[in-house]
């Protein structure tokens, strides 16, 4: 996968990181601040654990936001990729979450 990420990068012309280990990523994410995350499946299964635990040690009222965000973007992502554009409502609440 990083092979052919860096070579489309390098074929668009476009700039290409990678972080410095597994275990620095979420700081070198934050320090390069990229546009696209290409990753195979272990990186976003990382990202979403990682948020909910970090959730579950909150608040309640941060844990329902957290929610009530999870379940916009899974709408909004369900109506992206059967191709249905989402209504007003939900790109407002959207770009809220």
């Known amino acids: 996968m990083g092979r052919v990420v860096l070579l489309v ?3 668009a012309g476009v700039p290409v990181a990678f972080p410095r280990a597994t275990t620095t990523w979420i700081e070198d994410m934050k320090a390069i601040h990229p546009t696209i995350l290409p990753g195979v499946p272990r990186v976003y299964q990382d990202i979403r654990a990682r948020f909910l635990s970090r959730v579950a040690k909150s608040n309640v009222v941060a844990r329902l936001m957290a929610r009530w965000a999870l379940s916009v973007g899974r709408d909004y992502g ?3 990729r059967t191709r249905r554009a989402p209504g007003l409502w939900l790109r ?4 809220i979450a």
Do not use: F
């Open 78 to 80: 369900d109506m992206v």
């Open 9 to 11: 990068g390098l074929r």
């Open 92 to 95: 407002a609440q959207y770009w």
